[in-house]
Every structure is written in C-alpha cells, then in structure tokens.
C-alpha cells in the first residue's frame, strides 16, 4: 500500500515505492490542496463583494495578496474563477472591477489612514522618512494604521481617474499627501475627501495642512547674509514645483527687499535637480564677471554637489564664498565646514500632523486646520562676511 506521508520518495523498497503510484499518489495530494486554497479564496473574495468591502475597483493584485497572505499565482486563479462567475471584471491594463458595482459612496475605514508620495518610501529624503515613522508609531497607540501608497501616476497633470479608483480600491478614512502636486490638491478638495496636505497647499487649493513655514525661513536667510555685508546673494533652487519651493522664493525676493540700497542684488536662479545641471548652473555662476558672494540651497542632496563643485573651482567655504543650506539631514553635520542650515524636529512635525488629521476626523472645521513651523537657524561654520574686495576667479 503506498504511503503518501514519506519523506523520501524513491529511496528502496520496503514503504518507498519508486514507482508511478507514489508520484501520481503525491501528485493528486498536492492538486487537491491548491483547489482547496482557491476554494478558500474564493469565497473569502465572494464575502468581501457581498459586504460591500469593494464597491467598485478591488485593490491591485499584490495588496489582496499581501492582506490575504497567498502567493499572486493563487490568487490571480481565484480571480479568474471569479470572473467566469460574472462577480468581477478582469479590466486589462487597469485592475479588477466589481462586476455588480454598489451604487453610492464606499464607507471608508477610519481606522486607515492612507499616506500617498509620488515615490517610494526609500526614495524620500531621510528626515521624511522620520516623521513618517514616527507618526506611524503614534497612530498604533490608538489602534490606528498608516498605509503608505506611492506611484507618480497619482501625481500627473489630470489624475482624476487614477485618484478615483486608488481612493475607491484603498477605502482610507483620511489621506496624506507628500510631495503633491496642484492638481491632486485639487481633485482631493474637490471631492471633500478627508485629507492633509504634508506640505504647504498651492495657491487657490484650500485644504489642512502641515508645513515649515519656508516663507519665513528664506525671508531670514537673505537677511542673515545682508547683516553679514553681502550684496549679491543667489538663491540656487530647482524649477519651483512643491508649493513650499514657491513660498522659498517669496520669502528671500521679501528678505533682499527689506534691504534699501541699490546695491544689494539678490537672484533666483533655477536648475534641473540633478547632479550635471548643479555642476553647470555652480559653474556659470562662479565663473561670470560678478559672482555672488553668499548662496542660498534649496536642498541638503544639492548642497553636497554645489560643495563639491565650489572646492574644484579653487572657491573656499566660508572664506571665498558664504553657504546656507534651507534644508537639515542629519549627513550635513558630517562635512567641513559644517553648513550653516535650518533645523527642526520630525517628531515634532508627526505630532502636529497627527492631530491635525485627529481633528479633522472628529468634525469638519469651518476653516481648515493648519500648522507651520518655523525651524531655527544652525549658524553653523560656513558664513562669513564676503572677502574685500570681492574675489572674482579667472
């Protein structure tokens, strides 16, 4: 009689039968155990459309694996059966759909929290990644979850549709935007959906947020430099996309203004955010025939780069050339001299972020919550004032 509970098949005579029994035998076992997981699945999925759980798009194929622990094959043979069965639509290219769509609004989870970003988590500058792990951690301690949803497809110039069947798929009671753009502010306060906007809100958009206050900072840092005797200040920034890079470049034009004398020049000047156009844009500057005597960074990464490329140029730091960096990472503490920089407390910003998302679930204020920090200056060791006469390298 074949025993189909060995552990070494093939091996002998007595209990191991080399032959096709065994196999056909073991075979049979394992084909029966995958139908009967996919009979699982099944009916697991045929409950969570009877509830009502996905009105009308599911979610993507690895969220329903992960939240029901089976491997994406099974699951995408228990779809398949599914839509034989006329429950769901297998749309290619898009997703699957509820085949007898529930007519009205899904009911969210406020339970879940959603944190949506143009790119993955270890994509976003480390001091992101803080607070978003720490307001991770405050929200467990009332049994509350952050899902962190990323794609730049959320982010495009028209992505209602996209945004529409993320929000029907993921059933969040609140969602946080990172790094967003206009146009998903917008979709978001148009269609009165819970949300926070970690960051500041374009012009126009009118939702809660939670932000430095950049304004401010660079308004101080073009000042700053002013009392130190320097006339002509850049401000080197990427094109202003982020709405808290367009309030950067109010502030400083509002720090050199407050400045009486014609002599005082301050510029913006943009680049592509990547190490080549940095590189050129330093250069261009260093080497025109009035280069700036102090430079205001937009970012800690641009920092290092514009550094780097100040010292192959023969510019010394602080003695040549004055640096602020508008940005902290806690790397910058690393390099020498280290750079004069703006420094706040991620945990401080996950606190705030908290409860402003806490209040809004609790009711919906006439006016939008909103809270702006204003980080404190780290004079650092890369500010002087400029030398005399001013340095002009050929």
């Known amino acids: 009689m074949t025993n189909l509970s060995v552990k070494y098949p093939g091996r002998g005579r007595a209990g191991f039968d080399n032959g096709s029994s065994l196999r056909n035998g073991a075979s049979m076992r394992l084909r029966l155990q995958r139908l009967s997981l996919i009979d699982q ?122 945004l529409r069947k993320l929000v029907s798929q993921e059933q969040c009671g609140c969602w946080i935007l990172i790094r967003s753009t206009k146009a998903s502010q917008a979709w978001f306060e148009r269609q009165g959906i819970p949300c926070v906007i970690a960051g500041s809100c374009h012009p126009g958009v009118d939702l809660p947020f939670v932000d430095l206050d950049y304004r401010a900072m660079c308004r101080h840092a073009a000042t700053t430099l002013l009392q130190l005797g320097h006339r002509r200040i850049v401000y080197l920034t990427p094109v202003a996309e982020a709405a808290g890079d367009v309030h950067s470049e109010t502030g400083f034009l509002e720090g050199m203004r407050k400045f009486p004398s014609a002599e005082a020049e301050g510029l913006i000047v943009h680049h592509q955010a990547n190490k080549p156009s940095i590189a050129q844009t330093v250069r261009r500057l260093m080497e025109s025939a009035r280069p700036p005597t102090a430079l205001l960074v937009n970012q800690s990464y641009h920092y290092l780069t514009v550094f780097s490329i100040l010292a192959q140029l023969g510019w010394r730091t602080p003695q040549d050339v004055s640096l602020i960096c508008r940005d902290e990472d806690r790397f910058l503490s690393f390099l020498e001299p280290e750079p004069a920089r703006y420094v706040e407390d991620p945990h401080l910003f996950a606190r705030k972020l908290a409860r402003t998302t806490a209040t809004l679930m609790k009711e919906r204020p006439a006016k939008p919550p909103r809270a702006q920090i204003i980080p404190r200056l780290l004079r650092g060791a890369s500010m002087a004032p400029p030398a005399q006469p001013p340095l002009v390298r050929k």
């Open 41 to 162: 699945l099944c009916t697991a999925l045929r409950d969570g459309l009877a509830r009502g759980d996905w009105p009308d798009w599911l979610p993507s194929e690895r969220r329903l694996g992960l939240e029901l622990r089976v491997g994406r094959n099974s699951l995408r043979t228990a779809l398949q059966k599914l839509a034989g069965e006329g429950l769901i639509e297998i749309v290619a290219g898009q997703g699957t759909r509820n085949a007898g769509r529930v007519s009205g609004a899904p009911q969210p989870d406020s339970a879940v929290f959603g944190l949506l970003s143009p790119v993955p988590l270890e994509q976003l500058r480390p001091r992101q990644a803080l607070w978003i792990d720490e307001l991770r951690g405050i929200l467990s301690e009332t049994e509350r979850i952050l899902r962190f949803v990323h794609g730049p497809q959320y982010f495009r110039a028209n992505p209602s549709a996209l």
